[in-house]
C-alpha cells in the first residue's frame, strides 16, 4: 500500500540554524504534499504545502522543496526560532484514492 | 468561513464499553470526510474516510467502525473498546476538485483513555 518515509525523527538545532527534515513516498500518481506542525495536545496545523507541478515554495522562514523523480520532499525552516518547537508531519495525497498518508512524524527541538 | 467541531475532548472510557465521536462540519457542503488515530508520541494512522453520505472506507481492520448519516457528520464507534484503542483521535475534512481545495483541515481531536 501507500507509504511514507519521514527522517528524521528527532532534530534538534541551535536557535537561528537551519533545520531541514526530508520525506519520500511510494506512490507515483500522488500530486499533493502538505506540511502539519503539531504541538503538544493540539491538531496538527498546515503550514505549507506544494503541488506536483511546482517544484519549489517559499512562505517567509519555510520552504518545502520537491522531486518527483526521486518521490522526494523536503521540508525546510531557516533561522529557527524556540516557537518552531514541535513535531512536524510530511503528508501525500492522490486525488483518484482521496487519501492523505502521513509520516511519522519528526519532532524537532531548538535550542536558546 | 468553514470550522469543523469535535467532541468530546477527554474521554476516559473502561475496557468493553461503547464508544461514539462526533465530527461535524460547517461552512462547505459535501467534503471528504476522515478519522485519525494518533497512539501517543506516534503518527497519524488512517482509519476511515467518506466521500459521501453513507460511503465508508475502512484502512484498518479493528473493533472500530464509522458512519455517515449526514452531509456533513461523520461519527467513530465502537462497540467494546480496548486497551489498545487509547490515543489521540482527530477528525478532518477537505473539499477535493483539483486547483486549491486539497488542504486537508483537523478538528481539535478527542484525547481516549481506556483503562
Known amino acids: 500500500g501507500e507509504n511514507v518515509e519521514q527522517h528524521p525523527s528527532t532534530l534538534s538545532v541551535q536557535e537561528g540554524d537551519s533545520a531541514v527534515i526530508k520525506c519520500t513516498y511510494s506512490?507515483?500518481?500522488?500530486?499533493?504534499f502538505p506540511w502539519y506542525k503539531q504541538e503538544l495536545g493540539k491538531r496538527p496545523q498546515l503550514i505549507i504545502d506544494i503541488r506536483s507541478n511546482v517544484g519549489e515554495k517559499k512562505d517567509q522562514r519555510i520552504a518545502v522543496t520537491l522531486n518527483k523523480t526521486a518521490k522526494h520532499f523536503s521540508l525546510h525552516i531557516t533561522e529557527t526560532q524556540p516557537e518552531d518547537s514541535a513535531v512536524y508531519f510530511c503528508?501525500?495525497?492522490?486525488?483518484?484514492?482521496?487519501?492523505?498518508?502521513f509520516g511519522t512524524g519528526t519532532r524537532l527541538k531548538v535550542l536558546a | 468561513s468553514q470550522t469543523i467541531h469535535q467532541w468530546p475532548a477527554t474521554l476516559v472510557q473502561p475496557v468493553g464499553s461503547p464508544l461514539s465521536l462526533e465530527c461535524t462540519v460547517e461552512?462547505?457542503?459535501?467534503?471528504?470526510l476522515y478519522w485519525y488515530r494518533q497512539a501517543a508520541g506516534r503518527g497519524l494512522q488512517l482509519l476511515f474516510y467518506?466521500?459521501?453520505?453513507?460511503?465508508i472506507s475502512s484502512e484498518v481492520p479493528q473493533n472500530l467502525s464509522a458512519s455517515r448519516p449526514q452531509d456533513r457528520q461523520f461519527i467513530l464507534s465502537s462497540k467494546k473498546l480496548l486497551l489498545s484503542d487509547s490515543g489521540f483521535y482527530l477528525c478532518a475534512w477537505s473539499v477535493p476538485g483539483g486547483g486549491t481545495n486539497e488542504k486537508l483541515f483537523f478538528g481539535s481531536g478527542t484525547q481516549l483513555s481506556v483503562l
Open positions: 506512490d507515483s500518481a500522488s500530486n499533493y
Open positions: 467518506s466521500v459521501g453520505i453513507g460511503q
Open positions: 503528508a501525500a495525497y492522490t486525488s483518484g484514492t482521496y487519501k492523505y498518508i
Open positions: 461552512g462547505t457542503s459535501n467534503p471528504n
